[in-house]
């Protein structure tokens, strides 16, 4: 009897314990709460012709800035440099304009204060290739800049020329409504981000960190204003990138012997090497919701119904079970894990001769917390075969430092995304691919990624893809955006 006493006693003890558990996680989700931008009066910027400027993006777009590496020709850039001088006068008559490897270019604005950090605005002016055999599918042709239906067509459109040209368009209007910055500010154009930044935005870091320029904060492109990505969210959600993934690019190689297909050997050099890649697909790397993610996930967390926040708002408790459930779908598992992607496999020359070398690449986009070198050693653990040589190739980088949410710049960015777009709510955010924004981390620790256009679902397909294109109501918007951050984040202290 007595034992079943202390059994009921457990018992008790037990419910009473989870019932308060209970309780603990029913309040915390009743009661999360958000930061509220606090924006204030918008400032009054200069009037803006969208169209015309929406024709400028038309006729940059026209020119195709492929990256070099990848097919691109450098008279490209001189021709679009060129219409940079002629639809910017002013911008390239009174700020200083100094070229960095001959395609890329930095503007010097000087400030009322040079002694005051600077701010330092970027883009890219490189585009990707249109993949052959797909110009067909186009609405308009790929390179063509026409504007029609509302929108401006073709590649760059949104990545990167729509924050070239707005960000130049409103410093011309501000020169031109005499406006004096308080600071100096920096606009840095690099032309090959698509191919990593090393000629250009690295180039330009370097040059900037020689002369001793410090920075307030760096703006980059890399997030948006995004709807329908986060289950639950019904508001556009602007996302302001604190902190980018890295890479690792790790070669895998299988030297046999080779031979005749007719006498073929238990296990080829092909079979064994996919074997290794089927491995490490299977055996990703450990999740963890972490940093700009997390954060990401807590301002997220009171958009959302009830039990979603019953569930988020309780992740001390319930982190376990969120990751499993956000590493079932591609966009959130990157947000979770060092991600990994099979993208090149070459081996063989005929079909009757046993392939004497087997070759893959890895990739892998590195969460921020782990290292590259964490990522070799896991391939190697995971591939577990001494012949397959494991090695990081070409872009190999570690995952940037995180930016703090709050601050100079933070506040300038948030506050002029609220004035421009009241309805979407303002977070943090972790941004899954590359961008030239972490060549400039040795300026400042207020490096963020946002690019001033509001992306919906079928845009994001058309990223890199086919009709890729801007709307031109959006392009005065982004604008605007570029107007009000300079006048804030410029002004006298």
């Given amino acids: 009897m007595a034992g079943r006493r202390r059994i009921l006693r457990a018992l008790k003890w037990a419910g009473l314990a989870l019932a308060g558990l209970s309780l603990v996680c029913v309040v915390r989700a009743a009661t999360v709460t958000a930061p509220r931008v606090e924006a204030g009066a918008p400032p009054v910027v200069p009037e803006v ?75 890219h002016l490189d585009v990707v290739p249109v993949e052959p055999g797909t110009e067909q599918d186009w609405t308009y042709p790929p390179f063509s800049g026409v504007v029609a239906d509302g929108f401006v067509w073709g590649r760059g459109t949104l990545d990167d020329k729509l924050s070239a040209i707005s960000l130049l368009a409103a410093v011309e209007s501000l020169l031109a409504a005499g406006h004096e910055p308080a600071r100096d500010v920096w606009l840095a154009l690099g032309h090959d981000e698509e191919t990593g930044g090393t000629d250009g935005a690295r180039a330009i870091a370097a040059w900037l960190g020689e002369r001793g320029v410090r920075a307030q904060f760096v703006l980059d492109e890399g997030s948006a204003v995004v709807e329908g990505i986060m289950p639950g969210v019904r508001a556009p959600i602007a996302l302001i990138g604190i902190a980018e993934k890295g890479v690792a690019s790790i070669e895998l190689t299988l030297r046999t012997e080779g031979g005749h297909s007719s006498m073929p050997p238990p296990r080829s050099a092909i079979g064994r090497l996919a074997a290794a890649i089927v491995r490490l697909e299977a055996e990703p790397m450990p999740g963890e919701l972490r940093g700009a993610a997390a954060a990401m996930i807590d301002r997220l967390t009171p958009e959302m119904s009830f039990a979603a926040r019953l569930a988020l708002a309780n992740r001390w408790l319930l982190d376990p079970l969120i990751v499993p459930a956000l590493s079932r779908h591609p966009a959130s598992n ?128 058309r990223l890199h893809g086919t009709d890729e294109r801007v709307a031109v109501d959006d392009v005065a918007r982004a604008v605007r955006f570029y107007q009000a951050l300079l006048l804030t984040a410029t002004r006298a202290e």
């Fill in 49 to 123: 012709d969208g169209d015309a400027v929406a024709r400028t993006l038309g006729s940059a777009v026209a020119i195709p800035t492929v990256s070099l590496t990848t097919g691109g020709a450098g008279d490209t850039f001189v021709a679009l440099h060129a219409l940079l001088r002629e639809r910017f006068p002013l911008v390239h008559a009174r700020l200083e304009r100094t070229s960095i490897a001959e395609h890329s270019a930095i503007y010097h604005w000087r400030g009322r204060d040079p002694a005051a950090p600077a701010v330092v605005l970027t883009a």
């Fill in 334 to 461: 990157a947000m979770v894990r060092t991600t990994t992607a099979a993208t090149i496999f070459a081996a063989g020359t005929a079909d009757n001769v046993l392939a004497a070398q087997a070759r893959a690449i890895v990739n892998f986009r590195v969460l921020p917390g782990d290292l590259v070198a964490d990522v070799e050693a896991h391939v190697r653990a995971v591939v577990a075969d001494e012949a397959i040589e494991v090695a990081c190739v070409g872009r190999c980088w570690e995952a940037s430092p995180t930016s703090p949410a709050a601050g100079p710049g933070w506040d300038d960015i948030a506050a002029a995304i609220a004035w421009l777009w009241p309805e979407a709510v303002v977070s943090p955010s972790l941004v899954v691919a590359a961008t030239d924004a972490r060549h400039y981390t040795g300026l400042t620790d207020r490096v963020y990624r946002f690019a001033p256009m509001r992306v919906g679902e079928v845009d994001r397909k």
